[in-house]
């Protein structure tokens, strides 16, 4: 979609809005309605695991959206919904930087970290390890007025968005079970 005039924007669709589709129509009960967005969703995997960011697919890997999808396809009952899920959730843990981080857009990702610990609680036991280093990264770029830092390497502050999504990790809760 595309917004003419001063301070227009074009939107491109997202695997990550995609997912957050899907999360909506399963919690609300609507399983018929989700049927072809989740075929569309799983389309978009890539051969490695990892979905892209951005639709259509340019084969792009993402951490973000492919912690997204496999929130999301976490909720579908199937095989290939499970199968999707722990391809995904295995490309995740193999993009985890030294520091206990995960790449985002600009280096190590507050944001890209909240998200990848909740997919690796989709098999907590499993990755364990992998999620308590992304913990201690977390706590590292915590400041002290409770909020976190965009990434490791950039402007130093809170940032509303990384601080929601660190605290979507640090709890370990899926977005597909939120209340």
């Known amino acids: 979609t595309s917004c003419a005039g001063p301070g227009s924007y074009t939107y491109a ?3 990550f809005d995609q997912a957050l589709g899907i999360i909506a129509q399963l919690r609300a009960g609507q399983a018929g309605d989700a049927a ?42 199937g095989s290939a919904a499970k199968a999707d899920v722990r391809s995904g959730i295995a490309w995740i843990a193999s993009r985890q930087d030294g520091d206990g981080g995960f790449p985002g857009a600009s280096g190590d990702s507050v944001n890209s970290a909240g998200l990848a610990i909740q997919a690796l609680t989709l098999d907590g036991t499993r990755y364990q390890q992998q999620i308590d280093a992304a913990l201690r990264f977390l706590a590292a770029e915590q400041n002290g007025n409770g909020g976190f830092n965009a990434d490791a390497a950039g402007q130093r502050g809170s940032n509303v968005r990384a601080s929601t999504q660190a605290l979507g990790g640090a709890v370990g809760t899926s977005f597909g079970t939120l209340y």
């Open 13 to 15: 669709p997202s695997v």
């Open 36 to 77: 072809a967005p989740i075929r569309y969703l799983e389309s978009l995997r890539n051969a490695d695991g990892s979905f892209p960011s951005l639709i259509p697919s340019t084969h792009d890997q993402d951490v973000d959206s492919t912690a997204m999808a496999a929130m999301a396809l976490a909720l579908v009952p």
